[in-house]
């Protein structure tokens, strides 16, 4: 038998024997690198983390950086178009208050209408006799460039028998009535019976009541009588004096001739 030679039905006695679990992990190695694998993950995901904030610090910093020098270059451009339009606001502020001084604003008694308490229209003309009560309405219109501000307001509806007095206590009178907006306009402020806000061409009223006498008689004439003093955006100090008398013939309260004081601006 030649060395090494097997032969038929021969069992090879010396084949080697390979032990079974070589390639097998024990459970600690398999925790092991489980845990290895988790802390690498993390730690994986922690440098990533850091690097998104310092991505985002330096985003954060570049746009405030940009912020900053938006921020200077319009300041830059507001003070050179200060250094330019600053004198065109002042010659366009003088010219305002130029027009303001050549058309100072002004109220003025625009109209008194008077009727019967009891009549169905405004229209109806009252009839002076003694025990009647008649209502009316003075209307006070604004005019001139700008509106006004009044701080205060006296006006006296009374009976007299001949002309006007040289000067009249205000104080002996009830006031005239409630101070009204016009309804045709929404600018009026009324803040009280003395303080009244208004822009040109604002509207308001007096209301007003009142009952003839009783010993009335043809001599006795009825007259409306008042002031206003107001201010202008300037602080300057203006007025309006009105003095009517109502005239039985043409139905109308008209301004009381040769008495300048009594209807006169300031």
């Given amino acids: 038998m030649w060395p090494g030679r097997r032969l038929k039905g021969e069992v090879n006695s ?6 079974r679990n070589k390639h097998k992990r024990s459970p600690v190695a398999a925790i092991t690198a489980f845990i290895n694998a988790y802390i690498k993950e993390q730690r994986t995901d922690r ?6 904030d310092r991505s985002r610090k330096w985003r954060e910093i570049f746009t405030l950086g940009f912020v900053i020098l938006t921020t200077i270059g319009v300041w830059k451009q507001y003070e050179e178009m200060r250094k330019v339009y600053g004198p065109v606001e002042k010659q366009a502020k003088a010219a305002q208050d130029q027009i303001i001084l050549t058309h100072p604003p002004r109220l003025s008694l625009n109209n008194i209408a008077i009727w ?3 009549a169905a229209k405004k229209s109806a003309i009252p009839r002076l006799i003694p025990g009647n009560k008649i209502s009316g309405e003075a ?14 307001i006296k006006c006296a509806l009374f009976w007299r028998e001949g002309p006007l007095p040289m000067y009249i206590d205000f104080d ?3 006031p005239c009535g409630n101070l009204t907006p016009s309804p045709h306009n929404r600018v009026v402020n009324i803040q009280s019976e003395n303080v009244v806000t208004t822009s040109p061409g604002d509207v308001f009223f007096w209301t007003l009541n009142f009952t003839v006498p009783d010993d009335y008689r043809p001599e006795l004439q009825l007259y409306f009588v008042g002031f206003m003093e107001y201010r202008d955006s300037l602080g300057s100090r203006r007025a309006t004096l009105f003095g009517r008398k109502y005239d039985i013939r043409t139905s109308r309260f008209e301004p009381v001739k040769n008495s300048p004081p009594w209807e006169s601006y300031e």
């Fill in 14 to 19: 010396h084949k080697p024997k390979w032990p």
């Fill in 47 to 52: 440098e990533q983390q850091a690097g998104q």
């Fill in 116 to 118: 019967p308490e009891d």
């Fill in 139 to 152: 209307f006070v219109v604004s005019n001139g460039s700008e509106g006004t501000t009044t701080y205060r």
């Fill in 172 to 174: 002996e009178f009830p």
